[in-house]
């Protein structure tokens, strides 16, 4: 069974800053896509940041500005989410997604309390 593994999360003030890592095993190839989604309580899965294997990024409205993903990570395997100016709203279980070979996978997520 094919696992992400992931990294980072935690308890921070709001203004703070974290990281979120994200690692593809190494033998997997052809990864069109990685990124990480989040869920609040009560709340959908949403899209968060995504970094496609041409390099180009996509980020939800609420994030533009404060979060930023590292471009060249996914051609290793993994991605680097670092979230800046953070803010109660971003509380929430934050997953890792990747898809390639035509199928998607998860990490098991990893949760970011956003308080003072």
């Known amino acids: 069974q094919v696992r992400l593994e992931e990294f980072g999360g935690g308890l921070v003030h709001p203004g703070g800053s974290l990281t979120l890592s994200c690692e593809a095993p190494?033998?997997?190839?052809?990864?069109?896509?990685m990124g990480w989604h989040r869920q609040a309580p009560g709340k959908q899965r949403g899209m968060v940041a995504v970094v496609g294997n041409d390099g180009r990024t996509r980020y939800a409205d609420s994030v533009k500005g404060r979060f930023s993903l590292l471009k060249d990570s996914i051609a290793r395997n993994t991605v680097h989410l670092q979230m800046d100016s953070l803010e109660p709203g971003d509380t929430a279980v934050y997953y890792c997604?990747?898809?390639?070979?035509?199928?998607?996978?998860w990490g098991q997520g990893t949760l970011v309390t956003v308080s003072s």
């Open positions: 190494e033998h997997v190839w052809g990864i069109t896509s």
């Open positions: 997604n990747a898809n390639w070979g035509g199928a998607t996978y």
